[in-house]
């Protein structure tokens, strides 16, 4: 029941400035030789508005990185999912390894913020995934199979899982193909179990480490759906090859 495009989400992170759009435009430019594959930008929150008029009627959306779980409320600093839809967003990152390490995220709160994309009319890009020192212990299974039953959204609504491996991220490190394998594996049968048939057609991401030498090999296994690609998102060159890659 696979009925979506591959999916190349770029997380721009803390990342950019007006002058970024050259490359949104270069990014829009390519992508639109590459028609079999669905592609997703998601820059700095103060880019959004702009990038989302640029990307408007081409084959690239632009997607948020964060949500706060309540519509409107006194939440200063924060943004609402509601905020990203209205701004031109169509996606929104939640849950990624950096929200949990750094801001204490637990999975309730990533659920949270699951469910308000849904309640926006976003696509929620659910990430899960275990460190370094978890996979040494033999327990990447368990603490992502926790995850995925603490962090995706309450309904079957349509929403994106992307697995990173927190030891990958940023350090040059990639799990082999078959590590790659046996897990997407595993969060597809999670997923099946937990929404029966439409299941089949969530999308799993891979994150961590996904550069355009090493993207052709991880894309190839099987349940990989795409991915959610971090610094090489940055230099349109770089993301449209691994984009590529999906062919």
């Given amino acids: 029941m696979r009925i979506h495009r591959p999916l190349i989400a770029g997380n721009w992170k803390m990342h950019g400035l007006r002058g970024s759009a050259g490359e949104l435009e270069k990014i829009i430019a390519g992508a639109r030789k590459l028609p079999e594959v669905e592609m997703v930008i998601c820059p700095p929150a103060t880019l959004i508005m702009s990038f989302a008029a640029t990307a408007f009627g081409s084959p690239i959306t632009v997607g948020g990185q964060d949500c706060h779980a309540e519509a409107v409320g006194a939440f200063t600093g924060d943004i609402s999912a509601e905020m990203l839809k209205d701004a031109g967003a169509t996606a929104v990152i939640v849950g990624h390894s950096e929200r949990r390490r750094y801001h204490g995220e637990s999975d309730a709160v ?64 990639t799990p082999t193909p ?26 799993i991401l891979y994150g961590g480490s996904v550069k355009p030498t090493n993207a052709r090999e991880l894309l190839a296994v099987k349940n990989v759906d795409g991915a959610l690609v971090g610094g090489a998102s940055l230099v349109a060159e770089e993301f449209l090859k691994i984009a590529s890659a999906c062919r």
């Fill in 178 to 203: 078959g590590d790659v394998a046996a897990m997407h594996h595993f969060i597809r049968e999670r997923l099946e179990s937990r929404y029966s048939e439409s299941g089949q057609g969530v999308r």
């Fill in 110 to 173: 990533v659920q949270a913020k699951a469910n308000a994309a849904f309640r926006a009319g976003l696509i929620a890009i659910v990430c899960v995934g275990e460190t370094r020192a978890e996979r040494e212990a033999g327990r990447a299974l368990a603490v992502v199979g926790s995850q995925i039953e603490g962090s995706l959204p309450e309904g079957a609504g349509d929403f994106v899982v992307a697995y990173e491996p927190v030891w990958a991220i940023g350090t040059g490190l």
